[in-house]
């Protein structure tokens, strides 16, 4: 099974990220997972996580691990920063507009930057998760580049028609919607049906 890219960025939604690692850890999906200093510095405000020091995926609190290789983030190195890697896709999540901005305008200047180019130029999946609001005109026109060239926009906007009560649940809803850009089954969340007062044609 080839392995999916995921990273995070210095937006808000730490938990998105987290959750998704979570799941993918539980399907034992294999994982090459890139973090920012940003959204190391995101991590700790959020969720009074010091990500500077020990083992990172041991205090997220990731399960089964073992299929989840952390990369440093300026190691162009990497396996994952060559085209000729092969990789199922990529994820950022959360995603800075400063990331997004740097994946629209194709620069690499880090490890996510780079990878992100690789995924885009290689055809294969590319899934954004920002989180800003509101968003400004810029914002609006890398993600309509973005999207044009097939990159998956999926806003951290969580909704409530399945009658999410919690916070996780909420979270759920928006790693799920996650999963289903990336083809990978769960059930984070109950499907739509239809309203149940709805009589047959």
């Known amino acids: 099974m080839k392995p999916y890219i995921v990273a995070m960025t210095g937006a808000s939604g730490s938990v998105y990220g987290i959750r998704l690692l979570e799941v993918l850890a539980e399907q034992k999906i294999p994982v090459e997972f890139v973090i920012s200093d940003t959204a190391k510095i995101v991590m700790k ?19 089964d691990a073992n299929k989840i290789h952390l990369h440093d983030f300026k190691d162009f190195t990497a396996p994952i920063a060559s085209g000729s890697y092969p990789t199922e896709g990529m994820v950022v999540i959360p995603c800075s507009m400063g990331t997004l901005g740097a994946i629209a305008s194709g620069l690499s200047q880090n490890l996510i930057h780079r990878a992100a180019d690789c995924t885009i130029k290689e055809g294969r999946k590319l899934i954004l998760v920002p989180r800003e609001t509101p968003l400004s005109a810029i914002h609006l026109e890398n993600m309509l580049k973005l999207s044009r060239l097939g990159v998956r926009i999926v806003p951290a906007m969580p909704a409530f028609y399945s009658g999410q009560q919690s916070i996780q649940e909420l979270i759920d809803f928006m790693v799920g919607k996650t999963l289903d850009q990336m083809g990978i089954p769960h059930a984070l969340y109950p499907r739509w049906v239809g309203s149940p007062s709805r009589s047959p044609e």
């Open 45 to 63: 405000e959020e969720l009074g996580v010091e990500a500077g020091e020990g083992d990172l995926l041991t205090k997220l609190g990731i399960g």
